[in-house]
């Protein structure tokens, strides 16, 4: 992979995604041959948004990587709440890390950011836009169980909102997946999605129910409707819970069948799933930890092609 920034999954072709998911898995066979690798770097932590996953393995594959890590804090208690622009935010933060991570609640965020700034910017997530290294750890998990061609999967629930969904679906493209997207008719796909989609010459298909085309698949992705996004709270009641798979709706799916959510959930996958074989949810947001490293390990070695070691401080 060749890129200063990760800001969007249509960014990554087949061969920047499998050189991050095998040196993924080397990390993960071998975590101890990475332990020091950006020893005196540093990787701050830009959250304008809640998160526990993004945010705490981002945190902990640094550290396992052998840096230091800063973290803005709450919006609350960074000099956002007294108005300062994210432009001058991320342009003062740089000169404090080596490589920025930023969840933002607007679209286009991380792009803005990745202009602005010379360091590497991790887009993690922006509004509901888009979640690359989700899609990446998403990506190594469907790897480990199926591999990523000839792939059938189905991601049922928020389309119009998820952004773990856009970038998956996008990456998908590189892999000539045949994509079902199951939800209602108002949380499709957002029309921009499925048109660049549609322009890569992807197969989709759109679904009112998930149990006509439950035993073709390989992958079921369940999302949480993102309540957080809908500008009318009605709307939000009028659709949350339709979309629920219990251990009943599996009792027919193909035994290899991995399910799968970016989590966090809420009541989209009851409990009694997680005893079954098909949960893979917690291994997913695991593998969140090599996943980033690799990404993270990818993304210094790009910016410091000399192997130069240590933040330049007070440029
Ligand atoms: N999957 C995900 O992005 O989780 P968090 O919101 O907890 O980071």
Do not use: W
Not at 32 to 47: E, I, K, P, S, T
Not at 156 to 172: E, I, N, P
């Amino acid at each position: 992979m060749r890129q200063d920034h990760l800001i969007t999954a249509t960014q990554l072709s087949r061969d920047d995604i499998e050189a991050v998911l095998d040196r993924a898995r080397a990390v993960a066979d071998d975590p101890a041959a990475y332990a020091d690798r950006h020893a005196g770097r540093v990787l701050a932590l830009c959250f304008f948004e809640p998160s526990t996953r993004t945010r705490m393995s981002f945190d902990s594959a640094a550290k396992r990587l052998g840096m230091n890590t800063i973290d803005m804090g709450d919006v609350d208690s960074s000099s956002v709440s007294k108005g300062e622009s994210l432009s001058d935010t991320v342009r003062v933060i740089e000169g404090y890390a080596d490589a920025l991570v930023l969840r933002h609640p607007s679209e286009g965020a991380a792009t803005l950011a990745g202009e602005r700034v010379d360091v590497p910017v991790v887009n993690a997530g922006d509004g509901a836009g888009q979640h690359p290294s989700q899609t990446l750890l998403d990506l190594h998990t469907i790897r480990e169980d199926h591999g990523l061609d000839d792939l059938t999967i189905g991601v049922m629930g928020d389309l119009k909102y998820g952004r773990t969904v856009h970038s998956l679906a996008a990456a998908l493209t590189e892999f000539d997946a045949n994509q079902h997207f199951i939800s209602p008719e108002s949380l499709r796909l957002p029309r921009s999605v499925r048109f660049d989609l549609h322009e890569t010459g992807a197969q989709i298909r759109e679904h009112d129910d998930l149990e006509p085309i439950l035993d073709e698949l390989d992958v079921l992705y369940v999302t949480r409707i993102q309540k957080e996004r809908f500008p009318d709270e009605n709307e939000y009641h009028r659709v949350a819970g339709e979309y629920q798979i219990d251990a009943e709706t599996l009792a027919d799916a193909p035994d290899d069948l991995t399910v799968m959510h970016p989590l966090p959930r809420v009541d989209e996958i009851a409990p009694d799933v997680d005893e079954t074989d098909h949960a893979r949810y917690f291994e997913q947001a695991h593998n969140g930890i090599p996943v980033r490293m690799a990404l993270l390990d990818t993304l210094l070695e790009n910016a410091n092609p000399d192997g130069d070691e240590g933040t330049e401080v007070g440029r």
